[in-house]
Structure formats: structure tokens, C-alpha cells
């Protein structure tokens, strides 16, 4: 380079940066604030694009289904504290509070991480065509983290255990502030633990090191409950900080309350600006495992021997070769297992296993089961092949996938739990089958009513909007908990009742599943379903 | 002296009389009439929205007519669609791969399903080399350019050699050893008596690749010309005439 050239080239100035630019007698917002202002305001524009896309029934049921979370919350933040005590000390409630506190933390961590970093605003193959933020998707996700039923659960169960604990007082909201904060603040700090972890897990050998220590953690967890010392360890819990707050505010010790309120908000607005650093960090990194998955080599098997077992090895490999599904189904097998192990839960309680791991198992794609073939729906659908046959593949594949994961769980849990009676062992083997049958014919039944187009090779898609993912999700948990209960029921009389009540159900989804088989194979309703899946 | 015998039309291979599809309160195609003979090839020319793509589903009998009449190799699409679907191959204009499949396992599902005999293999090996996919047969789709995708797609529609290959955007975003592959795949099915009807936007190689060209403006066929008439610079300006 010539010296002329030198001259001209502007140098490049370097600034080190600030949160804030002090100049004389004046405070200018920095870049770094501005932009955090920007990103807030663009998670409003994201949220109004995609709810002016809400079409038909969904646009309908939205506004409604808003207002039933807030008008539950409502309810579950008084009612409780109204109901007289009986057999249940308040105190005793207030004691295991801590520990319940931290479950929020435990439940937003598992989720985010197991998503990739947490629900997006705008799928990534939308977002793509817009200047979206790691600081914007840091803060969808966040907003997003409570569309969860397992989230949604929590919440109400620790919002209704403090207001019981707390009792009728005219202080009562003001007792529960801390807690409404406190869901903030610990799912901040879940959002940012979820990011750490997906960071390290798109870095070299970083799949394995999560799994390590994914491992590290369920092993000392289990060590603690063997040497019957998780309890100690839980009342240490900073959670207990929380509790202290509330009762502060029942018992209008307004100092110690402002207090706890203001380390809890200062908590949260460090986790949601670390987050947002954090998310800004794996943004800059490939996500290696999916990366992986969509360059993967697979040895040519032999010639499939019938149509069916060339459909379901299609359908087979559209589920094994996707990383947010092969990783929610571990996740699904496992966790619920390792709780019952946690809690030493006997057989009787084991009855409602079952349901929540198919619920969970089915609302990782089976909600939307045609959008499997993405865009190749389409070449599948000119196939010659009947529509029946493609849709007895995809009830096999979905029940094959359910029953395996919930062999897993059962067989983790059991482990506490000892050997079963007979009765116990029919109605746990009854309900597993029943429930995997019940929700793979309602998810079928949904799949054709009301598909989506998504791509499911991110692993923080969903297969149906996130409110409409909560609806679904409401839906199974009620159903299949009511169905588990009836078993965990029938598991104290003879081993014959579980098999005499295993009948209706088993008629009843097979009538559903019949139902939507002849939906399907209308030419008209498969190919809107088609049409739209693969769009 | 007797009179000589006048050479006989062989009878279209895709015959469409007045179709119509609707979609709600949209109506997608309004009434097209398309005849495709063996050994020929047709365009369907258009801009977006003109009813081309979705002629080509209903041909491929993934959507279901609203009304009219369609009958592909002699039989109803309405009352026979899998008999069709055996006869054809189509290769959509979105996609047209299952992302998690590898094209090998494409290719043997597409044989199963179409009971192609034993030895199909040397052939789809051959397109496969010809597109040059041969390196990537046992990865997955999801990680395909859309090029390599398009390609694929071809493959898919033409190796059992159906008796109407059905082709919508193959040329979109393909490389040009892509485009003159499938140019020489459209020559082999014409070759071996296959129909074959191409939509895109590309009238250039509509012209090189085809005989006849159908022109459709809002779900309508506004004219029917040889190759001849729409190629080249005077072609250009009657083709660009027909749009508006």
C-alpha cells in the first residue's frame, strides 16, 4: 500500500465500551441501552406480526384464552387463602414454600435448554427476512417461557401453596408480590442458565460436556436423596429469602419487604442483561448438533419388504434424525422418572406417569404430525399409496415412540419403587397403552384439523403456535391425568378391573382414530392439510 | 385409386377440459383446457398466481379438481386418482423432499411404492450421477442447496419413466450442468413416449425444452403457441403482451 493511500484510509476508531457515555453535566444513553430500548420495542412489533397472523378459530380462541390464564391466576392468588384451615397447617404450607419456589427454576431451566435457548418469537425461517436481535429473541423468549403448561402449573401451585400459607388479610396482594417477582426473576435466571448451556453445547465436543454434565447433576441429586440429605440442602435454598418477603408483606414489615423486593428485581435485571449478552454470544456460533444432523450420512438399509415398512421407515427417520425431538423425548423419558425416583413414588402413584410423558411425547410434533414430511409432503402425497396405509404408518410411529419412552420412565421410576403387585403391574401396563392410544388419536385428530407449516429442524421450534401449544397442552394434561387416576384407582382391586376398564378407552380412541383416518383420505381435506404443511 | 390413409393423432396422454379449482372464495384455475400427447412436451407459461402450480397438483392428483374434467392416460382423476398417480411423476415446485430422508431413501421409497421391477437401481444410480448427486445419495436433504434440492426432484420424477412427467420450477435456482441435465431428462421422456409438461418462468428454456406453450393469466389460459412463436427476441414480446 502506497503512502497516499495510507493517508487517506481512515483509521478505525476504537472506544471501549461503556453502558454509559458521561460527558460534562449530561448522561447520554449508550449504544448498548439503546439498543436494549430497540429490542424491547421490537418484541412488540414481533408479537403483533404474529398475532395478526392468527387465522379462523385460533384468532378467536386467543384473546379468550388470555383471559382465562390471567382470570386463573386471579383465582389462584385468592381463593386459597380463603379456604378455612383444616387438615393442613398454613405453616406447615409456608415451610415447604422454598423448596416449591425453586421448582420454577428447575422446570424454566429444563425447558429453555432443552429447546436450544427458549421459545422464538418468530420462527427462524420467518425471523430470517427481518433484522431480529439476540437481545430481541432473548426478551421473545422470555415473554414466551410461560406459554408451558409444566410453567403454567408451577406458577398457580406456588401462587395458590402462598396464599393458603398466607391466609384472608387485606395484605394479601401485597404478600404475593414477591412471588409474582419472583416467577420473573427465576425464569430470567433460567433463560440465562439455558443460554450458558446452549453456548457450550454449540462449541467443540459441546454436546457431550452438556450430557456430562447433565449427568454431574443427576448424580449428585441422586447421591443427596440416598444419603437422605436433599432436605438439609433445599432449606439452605435463597429461595427462602422469597418466603421471608412474603411473610414480611403479610405482616406489614414494609422495610424488610422493600428490601427483599429490590435485591429480587436487581436479581432479575442483571439475568435479563446477561441473558441478553449471553444470547448475543451463541448467536455467534453454529448450532453444531443440528448442523450435524442435516449433513449426517446413512448407509443404504436393505429394500423395505411392503409398502407399510417403506412408509414407516420414512416416517421413522423424520423423527430419529431430528435434534429438538430425539432430545425432548430423552428428556421426557428420563425426567419424569428421576422425580419419582426423587419422591419415592410407589406403583399407585405411577399410574399418572404414563400420561404426562405421552402428553409431552405427543406435543413435541405429534399435535402436527404431518409437518414430519416439511416440504416434502407434497412428493409424498403423488405417491401411489393409499392415504389409509400412510396413516396407519404415522399412528404406528407415534405409538411406538410413545410406549418406548414410557417403558423408560416407568422402568427408571420403578427402580424405588419395588416390585408390583399384580394389580399394580396391570393397571401401570393398562394405562401406559391407554393413554398413548388416547393421545396419539386426539394429536391425529388435531393434525388434520388444524396443521401448521413449521420447520422442525430448529430445536426451539414447535409444531403449533406457542398459544395454541398451551391450549393442546391444557387439553392432554387434562384428559390423560384423569384417565391415570382412574387407573392409579383400579390398581388396588383385582388385576381384571384394569383390563375391563382399559376397554372403552381403547374403543373410544379407536373410534376418534377411525374418524380422522376417513377425514384424511378425503382428497379435499388431505390436500389443505397437505397444501398448508408444506408451504 | 384408393385414397392414402391420413396419419392418425395419437390420443393425449393428459387431457383437461375446463378445470377449475377453488380454493374457499378464490378461484385458483377458471377453466382450462389442456391436451398433452405422448412423446410431447408442453409449457405452462404465467406469472405468479396464474393457476400454473396448481394445474400441476391437480395433475399429480395431490389436489382434487373443483370441476371439469381431467383425465390422465385415459383415466378419471377424480375416481381414479391412484391409478393416476402410478402412471405420473411430479416434482413440485416447493421442496418436494422429506428434509430427514437421504435421496437413496427417496429413491427406495418411490420404488416400493411403484413396484418398479428389480434393477431399478443402475438407473436411479445413473440420474443420480447426471445431476451430480451421486457424492451426496446417503445425506440427508435438509442440508441441500435449493439447487441440489431441485434436482433431486427431477430424479424423483422421471426414473421410473411414468407415462407423464410433471415438472414445476426444475430450472429455479439450478446450476447450468442442473439445467441441461434436466433438458436431456425431458428428451429421454419424450424419447420413451412420456408426456411431459413443464411450468416456469423461464421462457427460454420452455422454448428448448418444449414444443407448445400454454400462456395462463389469472387462473385462465390465455393462448396456446408453438415453440417457434414464443421463442427469440419477437417471441419475447409476444410472450410479454400475453402477461398484461
Redo the contacts between chains.
Keep these: 500500500m502506497s503512502a497516499d493511500a495510507r493517508q487517506v484510509t481512515p483509521r478505525r476508531e476504537r472506544r471501549p465500551i461503556r453502558w454509559l457515555d458521561v460527558k460534562k453535566g449530561s448522561v447520554r444513553v449508550s449504544t448498548a441501552t439503546k439498543e436494549g430500548a430497540r429490542s424491547a420495542r421490537d418484541v412488540r412489533h414481533l408479537l403483533r406480526f404474529r398475532v395478526s397472523g392468527l387465522r379462523g378459530r385460533a384468532r378467536r380462541a386467543a384473546p379468550i384464552a388470555v383471559a382465562v390464564l390471567l382470570a386463573v391466576t386471579l383465582l389462584v392468588s385468592v381463593v386459597p387463602a380463603l379456604v378455612p384451615e383444616y387438615r393442613i397447617a398454613r405453616t406447615d404450607v409456608l415451610i415447604l414454600l422454598p423448596t416449591a419456589y425453586i421448582s420454577v427454576l428447575v422446570i424454566s431451566i429444563t425447558s429453555a435448554a432443552a429447546n436450544g435457548g427458549g421459545r422464538e418469537l418468530l420462527p427462524r425461517e420467518q425471523a430470517v427476512a427481518f433484522p431480529v436481535s439476540p437481545t430481541t429473541d432473548h426478551l421473545g423468549a422470555l415473554l414466551m417461557a410461560p406459554l408451558n403448561i409444566a410453567w403454567l402449573l408451577q406458577a398457580w401451585s406456588i401462587i395458590g401453596m402462598t396464599a393458603y400459607g398466607v391466609g384472608p388479610t387485606w395484605r394479601l396482594p401485597l404478600a404475593l408480590l414477591p412471588v409474582y417477582l419472583w416467577l420473573f426473576t427465576g425464569t430470567a435466571l433460567a433463560q440465562t442458565i439455558a443460554w450458558v448451556v446452549e453456548y457450550v453445547r454449540r462449541g467443540r465436543s459441546g454436546s457431550h460436556v452438556v450430557r456430562l454434565a447433565a449427568l454431574l447433576v443427576g448424580g449428585t441429586i441422586a447421591v443427596l436423596i440416598a444419603t437422605h440429605q436433599m432436605t438439609n440442602v433445599l432449606d439452605d435454598s435463597p429461595t427462602l429469602r422469597v418466603l421471608l418477603a412474603v411473610i414480611a408483606g403479610a405482616s406489614g414489615n414494609w422495610y424488610v419487604w422493600e428490601i427483599l423486593l429490590v435485591w429480587l428485581f436487581g436479581i432479575a435485571v442483571v439475568a435479563v442483561v446477561v441473558g441478553a449478552w449471553m444470547a448475543g454470544q451463541v448467536s455467534r456460533r453454529p448450532a453444531r448438533d443440528e448442523l450435524k444432523v442435516e449433513t449426517s450420512r446413512h448407509a443404504a438399509r436393505p429394500h423395505p419388504g411392503s409398502d407399510f415398512v417403506a412408509l414407516l421407515r420414512t416416517d421413522r427417520a423424520g423423527i430419529w434424525r431430528s435434534v429438538p425431538m430425539r432430545r425432548g423425548m430423552v428428556v421426557l423419558a428420563v425426567f419424569p422418572g428421576l422425580i419419582a425416583l426423587g419422591g419415592h413414588f410407589g406403583w399407585d402413584r405411577l399410574a399418572i406417569f404414563p400420561g404426562l410423558v405421552a402428553s409431552g411425547g405427543v406435543l413435541l410434533f405429534g399435535v402436527n404430525s404431518w409437518c414430519l414430511d416439511g416440504r416434502g409432503a407434497l412428493w409424498r402425497d403423488s405417491l401411489p399409496v393409499s392415504a389409509r396405509l400412510a396413516f396407519a404408518s404415522r399412528v404406528t410411529v407415534l405409538m411406538e415412540i410413545l410406549l418406548a419412552s414410557t417403558l423408560l420412565t416407568l422402568v427408571v421410576a420403578g427402580l424405588g419403587a419395588g416390585l408390583p403387585t399384580r394389580s399394580q403391574l396391570a393397571a401401570i401396563a393398562c394405562a401406559s397403552v391407554v393413554v398413548c392410544l388416547q393421545v396419539v388419536a386426539t394429536s391425529l385428530r388435531w393434525s388434520v384439523r388444524s396443521p401448521y407449516s413449521v420447520d422442525l429442524r430448529s430445536s426451539r421450534a414447535t409444531p403449533a403456535p406457542p398459544l395454541v401449544m398451551v391450549g393442546y397442552s391444557w387439553r392432554l394434561a387434562l384428559s390423560t391425568t384423569f384417565t391415570g387416576l382412574m387407573f392409579g384407582a383400579a390398581s388396588v382391586a383385582v388385576w381384571p378391573v384394569s383390563f375391563v376398564l382399559a376397554v372403552p378407552f381403547l374403543v373410544w380412541s379407536g373410534v376418534k382414530l377411525w374418524r380422522t383416518s376417513i377425514r384424511w383420505a378425503d382428497p379435499v381435506e388431505r390436500s389443505r392439510v397437505i397444501a398448508t404443511v408444506a408451504s | 385409386m384408393t385414397a392414402a390413409p391420413e396419419p392418425t393423432t395419437p390420443a393425449p396422454v393428459v387431457d383437461v377440459q375446463s378445470l377449475w379449482v377453488s380454493f374457499g372464495s378464490v378461484d385458483a384455475v377458471r377453466g382450462i383446457d389442456l391436451q398433452v400427447a405422448p412423446g410431447a412436451a408442453t409449457a405452462l407459461l404465467g406469472r405468479n398466481g396464474a393457476g400454473k402450480s396448481t394445474t400441476m ?1 391437480v395433475l ?5 379438481p373443483s370441476q371439469g374434467r381431467v383425465h390422465v392416460a385415459g383415466r378419471d382423476i377424480r375416481r381414479e ?3 393416476v ?2 402412471v ?1 411423476g ?3 415446485d ?9 435421496p ?3 429413491l ?7 413396484r418398479l421391477p428389480v434393477g431399478w437401481e443402475e438407473r436411479a444410480r445413473d440420474l443420480l450421477e447426471r445431476f451430480d448427486l451421486g457424492g451426496v ?7 441441500f442447496s435449493h439447487g441440489m434440492g431441485r434436482r433431486m ?1 427431477v430424479i ?1 420424477a422421471a426414473f421410473h419413466q411414468p407415462r407423464v412427467v410433471l415438472l414445476d420450477e426444475p430450472f429455479d435456482g439450478v446450476d447450468p450442468l442442473g439445467v441441461e441435465a434436466t433438458l436431456d431428462v425431458i428428451a429421454d421422456a419424450r424419447a420413451h413416449g412420456s408426456a411431459v409438461l413443464v411450468s416456469t418462468h423461464l421462457r427460454e428454456l420452455a422454448v428448448q425444452a418444449c414444443q407448445h406453450a400454454i400462456v395462463l393469466r389469472g387462473g385462465s389460459a390465455v393462448a396456446e403457441l408453438s415453440a417457434a412463436e414464443i421463442g427469440g427476441e419477437e417471441g419475447a414480446g409476444v410472450y410479454r403482451a400475453l402477461l398484461d
Excluded: D, F, M, N
Excluded at chain 2, 399429480?60 to 382434487?64: D, F, L, M, N, T
Excluded at chain 2, 416447493?94 to 437421504?102: E, I, K, N
Excluded at chain 2, 427406495?108 to 411403484?114: F, G, M, S, V
Design positions: 397438483r399429480a392428483g395431490v389436489i382434487p386418482a391412484l391409478a398417480k402410478r405420473t411430479y416434482c413440485p416447493v421442496g418436494g423432499l422429506v428434509p430427514r430422508a437421504t437413496w431413501e427417496h427406495q421409497l418411490a420404488a416400493r411404492l411403484r445419495a446417503h445425506r440427508v436433504t435438509g442440508g426432484s424423483l
